[in-house]
Nanobody, 121 residues
């Protein structure tokens, strides 16, 4: 069993930055691709970013490309999402996930419970 716990969400003004963290416990995540997803109120959950097990390859949704950076520290069993130049449309609950394979469409083996990011205009 794997538990994923997100942190770092909060309220920020447009143009600001936040760094989300996802701490994994239980089975190690160091050999699995990981991802971030988000879900805005009244909308479906959408892919944000993914990273392979060793951090060499990453993938981003077009809406966040150039503003968000996904990274991981396998020694700490922690996944990160650095979010810069935040926009009101980035307001969502952000979820950490362990992916079955490296793809935005990959099945998710485990989900975190999410952390809320609110961007004010």
């Amino acid at each position: 069993q794997v538990q994923l716990v997100e942190s770092g969400g909060g309220l920020v003004q447009a143009g600001g930055s936040l760094r989300l963290s996802c701490a994994a416990s239980g089975r190690s995540m160091s050999t699995a691709p990981m991802g971030w997803f988000r879900q805005a109120s009244g909308k479906e959950r959408e892919f944000v970013a993914a990273i392979v097990w060793n951090g060499i390859n990453t993938n981003y949704a077009d809406s966040v490309k150039g503003r968000f950076t996904i990274s991981r520290d396998n020694a700490k069993n922690t996944l990160y999402l650095q979010m810069n130049d935040l926009k009101p449309e980035d307001t969502s609950v952000y979820y950490c996930a362990r992916l079955r394979f490296f793809s935005p469409a990959a099945p998710v083996d485990y989900w975190g419970k999410g952390t809320l990011v609110t961007v004010s205009s």
